[in-house]
């Protein structure tokens, strides 16, 4: 807010209001709310999509970061279905959340890496996450393999959630006007992983290993954390063509190379350098 009153919108806080009807319209349409629900919703901002949230569910906790927006919000909806808790979103506990919860958020773009792995993280809690984000990263987290988009995040969100783009944003639709374009995206926890790896953190670990040298044959790759005569040996045993690159290799051949690794050294043969 400036002297007179009026207010500014911070580029800090990812600040871009949506204000084009049809798009709150597709985004309440494709959430599927249901009265007796209770949505979260991440940075309000002005309220665009909380009324629609507020009359389709029974209960809407929207959290606000900006001082300003989270005293008008609080106004504008007291003695209503929805409360407006002024904090920031990353120190917010979830433990109280009611179980079985809708997430949306037209998410702040500089934050959305830890949202997503915030949320990921209690996963269990909630039956759908939906987002808009920057197209461009919205296609990285939904990209499969053989693409370039793919990557070590799009491997880490999918272990643990369906993911799918339901629509494109065109940057008009915001005010103030991002560079970029923007869509909607749905994640959708999975119980369990379609292949679980016997350890997470080594899975990770593989992974960003090789897609932090993706031009590089997979064998080559590897051998930053492998001890290179065993990262043939290893992609050997698993079944997996030495001569692919990190984004021809799907997660389910990742969680194959890491459930091996898992058991090579279980069994005393040493696979990694440290
Ligand atoms: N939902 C509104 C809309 O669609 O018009 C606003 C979206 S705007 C892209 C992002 C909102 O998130 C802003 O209101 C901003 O103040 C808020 N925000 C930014 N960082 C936040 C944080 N760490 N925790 C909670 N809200 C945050």
């Given at each position: 807010?400036n002297?007179?009153g009026?207010?500014?919108?911070?580029?800090?806080?990812?600040?871009?209001?949506?204000?084009?009807?049809?798009?709150?319209?597709?985004?309440?349409?494709?959430?599927?709310?249901?009265?007796?629900?209770?949505?979260?919703?991440i940075?309000?901002?002005k309220?665009?999509?909380?009324?629609?949230?507020?009359?389709?569910?029974?209960?809407?906790?929207?959290v606000?970061?900006?001082?300003?927006?989270a005293?008008?919000?609080?106004e504008?909806?007291?003695?209503?279905?929805?409360?407006?808790?002024?904090?920031?979103?990353?120190?917010?506990?979830?433990?109280?959340?009611?179980?079985?919860?809708?997430?949306?958020?037209?998410?702040p773009?500089?934050?959305?890496?830890p949202?997503?792995?915030?949320?990921?993280?209690?996963?269990?809690?909630?039956?759908?996450?939906?987002?808009?984000?920057?197209?461009?990263?919205?296609?990285?987290?939904?990209a499969?393999?053989?693409?370039?988009?793919?990557?070590?995040?799009?491997?880490?969100?999918?272990?643990?959630?369906?993911?799918?783009?339901?629509?494109?944003?065109?940057?008009?639709?915001?005010?103030?006007?991002?560079?970029?374009?923007?869509?909607?995206l749905?994640?959708?926890?999975?119980?369990?992983?379609?292949?679980?790896?016997?350890?997470?953190?080594?899975?990770?670990?593989?992974?960003?290993?090789?897609?932090g040298?993706?031009?590089?044959?997979?064998?080559?790759?590897?051998?930053?954390?492998?001890?290179?005569?065993?990262?043939?040996?290893?992609?050997?045993?698993?079944?997996?063509?030495?001569?692919?690159?990190a984004?021809?290799?799907?997660l389910?051949?990742?969680?194959?190379?890491?459930?091996?690794?898992?058991?090579?050294?279980?069994?005393?043969?040493?696979?990694?350098?440290?």
């Open positions: 807010m002297k007179r009026q207010f500014f919108p911070k580029r800090s806080l990812g600040q871009n209001f949506l204000i084009n009807p049809n798009i709150v319209e597709r985004i309440i349409a494709s959430c599927d709310l249901k009265p007796t629900g209770t949505v979260l919703e940075g309000p901002g309220g665009a999509l909380t009324h629609s949230f507020s009359e389709c569910s029974q209960k809407v906790i929207a606000e970061k900006d001082d300003h927006l005293a008008q919000l609080s504008t909806f007291k003695n209503t279905n929805v409360s407006i808790i002024h904090a920031d979103i990353l120190k917010y506990s979830f433990d109280e959340l009611p179980d079985n919860i809708k997430i949306i958020g037209n998410l773009y500089n934050i959305a890496t949202i997503i792995e915030k949320v990921l993280d209690c996963r269990e809690k909630f039956r759908a996450f939906y987002m808009t984000v920057q197209l461009e990263y919205g296609q990285r987290i939904n499969r393999p053989n693409s370039k988009s793919y990557g070590s995040f799009s491997c880490f969100v999918q272990y643990y959630a369906d993911t799918k783009i339901l629509f494109k944003i065109k940057n008009s639709s915001f005010q103030p006007v991002p560079k970029v374009q923007s869509c909607f749905k994640l959708e926890p999975l119980k369990s992983p379609r292949h679980k790896a016997q350890d997470e953190k080594c899975l990770f670990r593989i992974i960003r290993s090789c897609f040298q993706r031009r590089k044959m997979i064998e080559n790759a590897l051998s930053t954390i492998v001890h290179k005569e065993k990262a043939r040996e290893l992609l050997k045993i698993s079944d997996i063509d030495p001569k692919l690159r984004e021809n290799i799907s389910e051949k990742y969680v194959r190379i890491s459930n091996m690794a898992v058991k090579e050294e279980a069994d005393g043969r040493k696979i990694f350098i440290n």
